[in-house]
């Protein structure tokens, strides 16, 4: 019996060691399935002339976007629509205001490649439309089915791009040769990756749920918090790393692509799935917070054509006062 149906967890009062057992291991294993997913995909695709630079916006992208694909198939599937919303706008929200925050303090990141300023009106533009789209407080199959096919546009256009030789061999640099592992490796490891994504996603949505019942935090609070932050470690992980290596380029590109496939495939393909309701004042603040973050980032990245340690405070502290409203509210 799961979480969500275990009623004497509730009414007991207590918190069940199992569901912090739950959410840690689930965190856990979202982390390691995506770190597998980026890595041997990246290789295979590499090694059937797939070019770096659509590697890097479209394999690693959805591979640290990932977990917030299955956590969210997982939380609608259960009936915790609000975690499932909560965790794709979350996880936009922290991937700005603290992911890349965290990252410009730790190397300042500045933008000059034309592929990045092409895909930051991309980003705005996908949470300005999930505002208009959830205005009637639902996302149906129909809207799925619009976001999902405004994903496949997306790749088609970035698959039919000419990029400059020099950001090619930039992501080249960080992604590998081709010949760098056996395919039969990079194909077991691309599927343990997976396997691994969806016993997280299980487990950590199952967690999650249960203590937000306990202690009677809305779902929607949890799914904008704790699984946000969770599924958004690899993007966490790979833009740390990037910076440590002097990438700004890569640690930039990762999260605005993982924020536009947030919205249009994973929440795409989730109400395709199972329709989304929750009902738009509960959900409103959040939604122009999310387009807010993201068109801050672009005027930070206008102005200096950087995000220093500065900007990088501000987003951080921005995003700290959001959390905490979120939980004194």
């Given amino acids: ?22 959410i840690v291991l689930g965190i856990f294993l979202l982390y390691v399935g995506g770190e597998s997913l980026v890595k041997h995909s990246s290789l295979l695709a590499q090694r059937f002339g797939v070019r770096p630079l ?46 890349l925050a965290l990252t410009a303090l730790v190397y300042p ?44 546009v997306y790749l088609w256009v970035l698959f039919s791009r000419q990029e400059a030789p020099e950001t090619e061999l930039e992501f080249a640099a960080e992604y590998g040769a081709k010949d760098a592992a056996p395919l039969w490796r990079s194909v077991f490891g691309t599927l343990l990756g997976l396997a691994l994504l969806v016993a997280g996603a299980q487990l950590l949505v199952a967690g999650a749920t249960a203590l937000a019942r306990l202690f009677g935090v809305p779902e929607l609070i949890i799914g904008l918090t704790l699984v946000a932050v969770g599924t958004s470690l690899p993007e966490l992980a790979t833009s740390v790393i990037a910076a440590l ?49 993201s068109a801050a980032l672009l005027l930070f990245l206008m102005t200096g054509l950087r995000l220093g340690r500065r900007e990088g405070g501000l987003l951080l502290a921005a995003y700290a006062l959001y959390v905490g409203y979120l939980y004194l509210a």
Avoid: C
């Fill in 54 to 99: 659509v590697i890097g916006l479209t394999i690693v992208a959805f591979g640290t976007s990932a977990p917030e694909l299955a956590a969210s198939l997982t939380a609608a599937l259960r009936g915790a629509p609000e975690i499932a919303l909560g965790n794709v706008i979350g996880s936009n929200i922290a991937n700005v205001g603290l992911i």
């Fill in 109 to 152: 990141l500045r933008t000059e490649a034309a592929f990045l300023r092409r895909e930051m009106p991309v980003m705005i533009g996908v949470a300005a439309l999930l505002i208009l789209l959830f205005l009637n407080g639902a996302l149906g199959r129909l809207e799925g089915a619009l976001l999902v096919g405004l994903m496949g």
């Fill in 245 to 293: 290596k002097r990438e700004p380029e890569i640690a930039l590109g990762n999260i605005v692509g993982s924020n536009i496939f947030n919205v249009l495939l994973i929440l795409g393909a989730t109400a395709l799935v199972q329709p989304i309701g929750v009902p738009y004042r509960s959900v409103a603040l959040n939604l122009w917070l999310m387009l807010g973050f």
């Fill in 1 to 22: 019996m799961t979480a969500l149906q275990h009623p004497t967890r509730v009414a007991s009062g207590k918190l069940a060691p199992v569901d912090l057992l739950f």
